[in-house]
């Protein structure tokens, strides 16, 4: 099948750090990290990227996309750490929120576990403290749908397949604006539908991948820090500039990362990004329902579950990656993607 192994890139795991501590931040109510939701967004961007480089490299060397083992990796790579922490969540459910049931708590596990919390809204679901999961379902339900997208866009010329993916970046922020007069909040930012945008303009770069100077990435780096600062309410006058700003600076920041974003310390936060992701929620509702400060939500909630997540990367994620490589399935660059938010 050749050689599809792309190149380590410690940079963007540097991007992914600075995602999740954004969010974390966020959630742990920082005084002037409202904005820090757009971390999310980061993530979104540079998922569409890594996974549209590998699905373009395989389209180059074969001709087409294996979809099963395109969707059965997607499963290997996210599903087993989910499970860990839907588990530990069910096990120590009751107790920790000891006013909820224990159905309501595995509803809401059931909804995580079938990526379907960014439409928990329809099914008023109690899911607060998974909540944070929305975003796993939007990239999932995404990719569910883009390499059959980028199949058909592959019978085109190349920069007609371009302009028809540009094209419906730009109908899915329309068709935003025309939701953000309709629908409340949550199922407004929380929805496949109306939050796909930043993995659309991901996928466009990736099969784009042009060249531009250094300098721009320290612009995008500007970009992100004065969206996450300028737009901390997901209002309805906002959105029509803050997302279009942080995913035109995220892909300037992914197309051309500053070198120090790969030191070490960068680069392994952003190799336990997904796990810490999926960690720190719950745990930090859980201290603020004990009417902790947010200073110590911040960094009470912050090292507990970014050692939560460090215990699940080199336990089970690096279970899973020898598993697969001794059964024959190639370790990829692209299965560290920014699976998170």
Not at 259 to 287: N, Q
């Amino acid at each position: 099948m050749g050689n599809r192994r792309l190149a380590y890139e410690p940079a963007l795991d540097g991007i992914r750090a600075i995602a999740i501590i954004l969010v974390v931040l966020l959630h742990a109510y920082t005084p002037g990290f409202a904005g820090g939701y757009f971390g999310v967004d980061v993530f979104f961007v540079l998922s569409g990227y890594l996974i549209t480089r590998l699905l373009c490299v395989e389209l180059d060397q074969t001709g087409k996309i294996d979809l099963r083992r395109f969707w059965v990796r997607r499963l290997w790579r996210l599903y087993p750490v989910l499970l860990m922490v839907l588990a530990v969540y069910l096990a120590v459910c009751t107790a920790a929120w000891p006013d909820q049931s224990f159905d309501t708590h595995f509803k809401a596990s059931l909804i995580a576990g079938l990526y379907l919390t960014d439409y928990a809204w329809a099914f008023d679901a109690p899911i607060r403290q998974l909540q944070h999961t929305w975003s796993l379902a939007v990239e999932e339900q995404f990719y569910l749908v883009w390499p059959l997208l980028l199949l058909l866009l592959n019978r085109f010329q190349r920069k007609h397949a371009i302009l028809l993916l540009a094209a419906l970046y730009v109908v899915a922020h329309a068709w935003r604006m025309m939701q953000s007069g309709i629908r409340t909040d949550l199922p407004l930012h929380f929805s496949f539908d109306t939050h796909a945008t930043g993995l659309i303009l991901g996928c466009l770069i990736g099969r784009m991948r042009p060249e531009i100077p250094k300098w721009l990435g320290w612009i995008g780096l500007m970009g992100i820090a004065l969206t996450v600062y300028a737009f901390p309410a997901r209002d309805t006058h906002s959105i029509l500039i803050s997302f279009p700003l942080v995913e035109a600076s995220s892909a300037l920041l992914i197309l051309s990362p500053p070198t120090w974003l790969g030191i070490s310390l960068l680069a392994w936060l952003g190799r336990l990004s997904y796990g810490w992701y999926l960690w720190h929620f719950p745990i930090m509702v859980w201290i603020m329902d004990q009417g902790y400060s947010w200073e110590t939500v911040a960094t009470l909630g912050g090292m507990v579950s970014l050692a939560c997540a460090a215990v699940s990367y080199y336990t089970v994620e690096r279970w899973v990656r020898g598993f697969r490589s001794r059964s024959g399935e190639n370790s990829l660059l692209t299965e560290r993607p920014s699976d998170l938010a």
